[in-house]
């Protein structure tokens, strides 16, 4: 009998060279590269292909590719006849949970991301900063110990003993001082443009919710999990005022897995480049985490029993 699944999509950070042409060939996606290099302006698949490294880090570059590769390994699951109970994505995963879910088309939601990775960059550029993964501490001493800081904030809560900061250069640089000296076993930059998830990204998430304001949204096929709001919903309305919280927001995805976990569901499948999320996911007791990349669609079907 086959499981009840839940689809988690990665956002970035988790791009690599070669992902899209890991992802099982269809004319969709060589379609949706073409409008994604019409609206950026730049060779993305070139840059997919062959990098380099820090061009394909490049917001703009990034955050297209990946809604577009997350997107395109779901299909290839559900196309094989594993289709998800619930889906959430991690930051900008989750344009590519919404579009998997029906609360808009591919194409528009192509549109969505790409003005977001536009005006994100734009703020990055304005307010220069970036990101690092905590290891070691839980959470509440994380944020106890960089509040008093300045210019830095918790991102993303991402499983027990994984937190990640954002904020200035500065601010990045005196919290990792204060948390190694507190006991954190490591703390790494991550491979992002910019500080997301922070308060230094209020000019663009202003911008950004008139854009959602006019975009045309369905209720969802299935129920989604927002990272500003972890609770699950179908209701369009919902989700776009979820959504526009979303740039400033943190990452709460501790909570995110206790909801889809609260719905049963014992098994994801993460869709898209890598194994982060699947990863994250196994520190979970009792819970099975897959990833597309990793194993293939077929091995996937076999694991869960379609």
Do not use: C, K
């Amino acid at each position: 009998m086959s499981r009840s699944l839940a689809f988690l999509f990665p956002g970035q950070g988790s791009q690599r060279i070669g992902m899209l042409e890991a992802v099982p060939a269809t004319e969709d996606v060589h379609r949706l590269v073409d409008a994604a290099e019409a609206l950026a302006g730049v060779d993305l698949g070139q840059i997919a292909a062959h990098g380099p490294d820090e061009t394909l880090a490049d917001t703009r570059v990034a955050q297209p590719l990946l809604y577009l590769t997350d997107w395109a390994w779901a299909r290839a699951l559900e196309s094989a006849g594993i289709s998800p109970s619930v889906v959430a994505g991690h930051s900008l995963g989750e344009y590519a949970a919404l579009a998997f879910a029906g609360v808009f088309s591919v194409e528009a939601g192509l549109e969505l991301v790409s003005e977001r990775a536009r005006l994100m960059a734009s703020a990055a550029e304005d307010a220069p900063g970036g990101m690092a993964a905590v290891l070691g501490l839980e959470s509440a001493d994380v944020r106890a110990l960089v509040e008093p800081i300045g210019g830095v904030w918790v991102a993303n809560d991402n499983a027990p003993g994984q937190v990640v900061l954002t904020g200035t250069h500065t601010g990045i640089e005196r919290a990792t001082h204060a948390l190694t000296e507190a006991g954190a076993r490591r703390v790494v930059p991550l491979n992002v443009a910019g500080a997301f998830h922070s308060p230094l990204m209020e000019p663009a998430a202003r911008e950004f919710a008139a854009i959602l304001g006019s975009a045309q949204f369905a209720d969802a096929r299935m129920p989604v999990v927002q990272n500003a709001v972890p609770e699950p919903t179908r209701d369009a309305q919902e989700i776009r005022d979820r959504l526009a919280a979303q740039m400033t927001a943190p990452v709460r995805w501790v909570e995110t897995m206790e909801a889809i976990a609260s719905l049963g569901i014992s098994t994801v499948v993460e869709s898209g480049p890598g194994a982060v999320l699947s990863g994250l996911a196994r520190r979970y007791e009792g819970v099975e985490g897959l990833s597309a990349e990793t194993l293939g669609v077929h091995r996937i079907a076999e694991v869960i029993g379609v």
